[in-house]
DNA sequence: CTTACATTTGCAACTAAGTTGCATTAATAA
DNA sequence: TTATTAATGCAACTTAGTTGCAAATGTAAG
């Protein structure tokens, strides 16, 4: 189930996500907008721009989830495959939009695949 | 730090992985073998057979953190890098015995990468 | 503008994975 | 056999995420 009501919580996480590269955790998000609002509710609205195809997440290397504004997603299509770039230096995550091709699965149904990878982003690569 | 001692729960730790292909949660090792050891023990000689090159670990699509055991790694040479897949039907997760190409990274250093895949195993593929 | 009502929120309590400190046990080598 | 030190068990803790419920708020009808 998708956002129904645009309440200024919403507004106000949407807010976070402006830009489209950059991934945010859910810690992050908390830690941020904790005087604005419940944790509870950061969860929540998480989920439900998700539903929506206006957010989409992943699970990063520390186990915390991150979420990221999707670029041509909808309710019914949920498009955005890309993989996920988490810097060792500075700790940002981003989209990396570029194309992974999956190699073919003989004997296995690919559903869904996620690639993460781990390293130096630009700013930190000295 | 390693693995110093060859102690009896090691041992049946071990034996847990004798098949190379499947990887292991934590979760399921405690169910397992909680009544012949402790959780902390657990996670304890996970860690360290990771640090020395006899397993390795990756976190699947529910946040929980799965073993495998390595092929050719040792305590210096973390060397086997390949993707994971995750069945929907049986929950069973298992190491890929294929390649992966990384696309070129021009403005970052990539240190390391995992591939994730969810899908259908062989025996549940109908 | 007011009312009605369903959605959203805050709060507190909870679950579950994983960690830590410390006293006790046990593997190893002298 | 003993001394040493790693390994273990236990309980208490941390942290991410979830749940139930009462109170607050957005929305649309009247
Ligand atoms: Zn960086
Ligand atoms: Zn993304
Ligand atoms: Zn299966
Ligand atoms: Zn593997």
Do not use: W
Not at 10 to 31: C, G, K, M, R, Y
Not at 60 to 78: L, T, W
Request: proline fraction near 2%; include cysteine; charge should be negative.
């Amino acid at each position: 189930m998708g956002i129904i009501r645009k309440t200024e919580s919403v507004e106000i996480l949407l807010n976070e996500f402006q830009d489209t590269e950059t991934a945010l955790s859910t810690v992050e998000l908390i830690t941020r907008l904790g005087k604005f609002m419940n944790k509870t509710t950061i969860y929540r609205i998480l989920e439900k721009l998700e539903d929506d195809g206006i957010l989409h997440s992943f699970i990063g290397f520390d186990g915390v989830k991150r979420f990221a504004r999707c670029k041509s997603c909808s309710k019914s299509n949920h498009s955005d495959v890309h993989p996920h770039f988490q810097c060792i230096s500075c700790g940002k995550s981003e989209c990396l939009d570029i194309e992974v091709n999956i190699p073919d699965m003989s004997n296995r149904e690919v559903l869904f695949s996620q690639l993460l990878i781990k390293g130096k982003c630009d700013l930190c690569m000295v």
